[in-house]
Every structure is written in C-alpha cells, then in structure tokens.
C-alpha cells in the first residue's frame, strides 16, 4: 500500500494585545494587530488572538460565545478568576476574550482624560497571567507579545515554567509599538506579580527602583522587534531609548524593525463606503466631493481653493500638538482650513476645541473616536499633517498617501521611512518633510505645501505619486513569516 503523505501542519502564533480592532482601540496598535493578523492568516498562518473583554467588546455588535472555561490566576497572596469568551474573525482566526469585569468592564481601556487607573499593575498583571492560561488550552508555536500591556506574559513565562509546562516549546517575540509607554509601577506593587525577588533586578524588572513591566518583557523574549527601520535604531539612543536605550544596545543582535502596514480593503479610495465619492489615481473628481463633503461636515466655508488641513491623532504632545499650540498665530494666519479629529490629554482636547470655537471659519474639531469621521478626513484632506516629536511608525501618513492626501511630517521613525520630500523639478516625493522639531520648521513644510498648492499640475503629480505607494500588509507580513520560521526552526 502507497505511503500517504500528509502536509505538515501550519505555523501556530498566538498574539496577544490589549487592543485589537475590531474590538478594541485607542490608538495604531488596535490597527496593526488586526491588520497583521488577518494578512498572516492569509499567508497560510494558524492565527490566535487574545484580547480583554472590555465593556466595548460586551455591548459591541459581535457574536460572541461563551467557552465555558473557567481559570484562575495567583495575584498578590489570592487566585483572581476569570471566564474565557471567544469569536472570530478573518476566515478562522479565533479570538479569545479574558473577561474579568472588575477590570475591564470599564468605561476606558487604561484610564479617563484625567488619567490612568490607580490598579493598572493589577490588571495587566491579571491580563498577563490570563494569558498564559489560555495558551495551555492550544500550545501555540509562537507568543507574540505586544507592548507593555502583555510584554509580562514573556516575562513571567521564562520566570515561572513550571507553571506553565505545556509552553515549554513555544518561542516568543515582543513588539514594541512606543518605547515611551513602559507599564512602570512602584516597587510595592511588587507582590502582585508572585515572582522570586531575585527578579527584581536590573537585569530583568527593575527600574531606578520600581517595576517596568516593558523591561521585563524585553529581556525576556526571544526576538524584539519594533514597528519600523528607522525606530530601531533611535530606541538605541538615550533621546528615544526613553531610560530603556542600553537593554535595546545589549539586544541589538535580536532587535528587528518590521515597517508597519494598512490594510488596503479598508483603506480603499475607489471602494470606501463611508467618502462623499470615490476616486482612484486615474480618476481624481472624486476627490473635490469628498473635499466638499467635509468641510460641510465640520461647518468651514465650501471653498476648493484653500488647503484643507486634516489630522486624527490621539491628542498628546508626543504628536506635535505642542507645536500647534506654540505656533498657533502663525498657522491661523495662513490660508488653510484644519479639520482634527481625536481624543486624548484634556490640555489638547479644550486648548483644540476652545480654537475651534474662536475661529469656526478656519477649524473645525470633534473630540472622539469615530472612524467612519476618520475615513472622511482622509479622503477629503488635501493634506494630512503629523508632525510628531517621534514617531515609531505611525500609520495616518499611510492612509494618506493611499488616498493621495499629501503627508506632512516630522523626520523621525516611520514617518522618515514612508514620506520623501516632493520635487517639483524632478516630479519625485509624496510629501512634505522637517526636522527640527521647532515651529518655524514645521511652518516652512507648511508654506511649502501651499505653494505647491497654487501650481495644480505639480499637486496633481504629488497626489499620483502618493498613490503610487505601496504600504500594503502583504510586504510586513512577509517578514513577520520569515521570522517566526526561523525562530521556530531555531
């Protein structure tokens, strides 16, 4: 009887994140984790995600299954329990929901405009722990780990393997999205975490005497990678290493930097639902409708002829909102309309709305989370403008130039590896670049996109060429393949 050959089963990664679209966000990683997983699982990838059930997610439009499994976690000197929900997305892609209510059935992810919650050690370290115990019930070949939120889960599986025998094999990768948000808390959080104190050192969790829950995960995990070429490089150096720059030194033989992507089915110019009309680089008509359908929306002057400005962003200085604060004057006094959409620290959200109402002719600005609103503002922007202090990879100067919205940008991070200064002389570039970090350089990239405004043949050229980009998953996902084999061979 002939021999039957049967193919190897498919790669098995589990990521785990505290934000997953379409669950879940509040910033670029919800986008990236949803985004990366579905573009693996169309490589042929087994896809696990797993996620918080936040209160988004239990009166959210999703079918939703209860498991049935029940687990608990050591926490401090107690056992904390959770249940175990779960749905889907993708052709197959499980997502497996923590539900824990008194930690995540809250009106916020990780705290209000005023603040973080008080017990955020608590729930991550729940998070993290919960995690793990999910993994037991189907053994991924791969963890990957996303930011502080669930970089403790690596931690805790090289502290505490024989809690966790079932995971012996399984390799692990950290993704650091901002090297910035470190999960750092007072070392008398310590007993939460149930770890030998000899993990208190800094070699492992401590920092300057408390507890980084990032550091943990860094030096713990069997690859780090960050979310552009650029950024993996700067986080080797004290201005963006933020205090963490000599453990990415001592790792840089396992640090990768791993350009984020879109995901062009939803960011879509000749498709998306949600814009006034639609348009491709053939075909730009559309666009002006779209133009003209947001400056109605936010109630500036229907004027084609002025530079409509748009930005969605989380509200935070890290994005150039000390900037525009600074620079207030100046940028009022040119003939631009700004149309922001986003939330964040209170300073930005009544400084941004209080401009608004002082000047309805020139700004217009909605404080929230609205994507159909963000899809809009792309779309209908003849600029998208993020100039950040730094930026790991950032994902708004992609949708821009796929709906050929010309970025503005500080040079830093992934802004620096997707945007090149635009040429009118050799007709090259899709955008508009500075670099320091001052206001009157980010007003010359200013005054250079309104002079390249007035000539419409160079716009056109400009607009095409930012189409013509491609920022697509498919190139990220690639690499993402090839890392996981190797370390899964390894």
């Not at 934000?19 to 169309?42: C, H, M, Q, Y």
């Amino acid at each position: 009887m002939a021999e039957t050959l049967s193919s190897p089963p498919p790669l098995h990664v589990a990521m785990a994140a505290s934000e997953i679209i379409p669950f879940a966000k509040t910033g670029g990683l919800a986008d990236v984790v949803g985004s990366l997983a579905l573009a693996l699982e169309r490589l042929g990838l087994k896809i696990s995600l797993i996620v918080p059930c936040y209160r988004s997610v239990l009166n959210g439009p999703f079918q939703i299954e209860d498991t049935g499994v029940r687990f608990t976690v050591p926490i401090s000197h107690r056992r904390e329990a959770g249940a175990l929900l779960r749905t889907k997305i993708g052709d197959g892609i499980t997502v497996y929901l923590v539900r824990a209510d008194r930690y995540f059935d809250r009106e916020g992810l990780y705290g209000t405009p005023d603040g973080d919650y008080p017990d955020n050690a608590e729930r991550f370290v729940f998070l993290s722990r919960a995690i793990l115990e999910v993994l037991k019930l189907d053994p991924p070949d791969i963890l990957h780990a996303h930011d502080w939120q669930t970089a403790l889960s690596v931690a805790l599986l090289r502290a505490d393997p024989d809690l966790y025998p079932q995971l012996s094999a399984a390799k692990t990768v950290l993704t650091v999205h901002n090297a910035a948000y470190q999960g750092i808390f007072w070392y008398l959080d310590w007993h939460l975490l149930n770890l030998d104190p000899k993990f208190f050192t800094p070699g492992y969790l401590e920092f300057y005497g408390k507890i980084n829950f990032l550091k943990g995960g860094l030096a713990s995990a069997d690859v780090i990678t960050t979310v552009s070429p650029t950024y993996a490089d700067e986080i080797k150096t004290p201005v963006l290493g933020h205090g963490l720059d000599g453990i990415f030194r001592e790792r840089a033989g396992s640090l990768v930097g791993i350009l984020n992507g879109i995901d062009y089915d939803l960011w879509n110019p000749r498709t998306d639902p949600f814009i006034a009309r639609t348009y491709s680089p053939g075909n730009l008509a559309g666009k002006k409708a779209c133009k003209s359908d947001l400056q109605s929306t936010f109630g500036l002057p229907q004027s084609p002829d002025v530079l409509l400005v748009g930005m969605v962003s989380r509200l935070a200085s890290q994005k150039g909102f000390d900037l525009l604060e600074s620079g207030l004057d100046e940028w009022l006094s040119r003939p631009l309309q700004l149309v922001l959409l986003g939330s964040g620290d209170r300073r930005y959200q009544d400084f941004f709305t209080t401009v608004a109402m002082s000047h309805p002719e020139k700004v217009g600005v909605k404080i929230a989370f609205d994507d159909p609103l963000a899809h809009k503002i792309i779309a209908g922007a003849d600029v998208v403008l993020v100039p950040s202090h730094y930026e790991p990879c950032g994902l708004v100067q992609m949708f821009g130039l796929r709906y050929g919205t010309a970025p503005i940008v500080r040079a830093t991070g992934g802004l620096r590896d997707t945007v090149q200064q635009f040429d009118s002389r050799q007709g090259a570039g899709n955008g508009f670049v500075f670099s320091p970090y001052e206001v009157p350089s980010l007003m010359e990239a200013i005054d250079q996109a309104l002079d390249t405004f007035k000539r419409k043949q160079d716009w056109t050229t400009l607009m095409r060429n930012a189409m013509a980009a491609d920022f697509s998953w498919d190139r990220s996902a690639q690499a993402y393949l090839k890392l996981y084999r190797r370390l899964a061979e390894g």
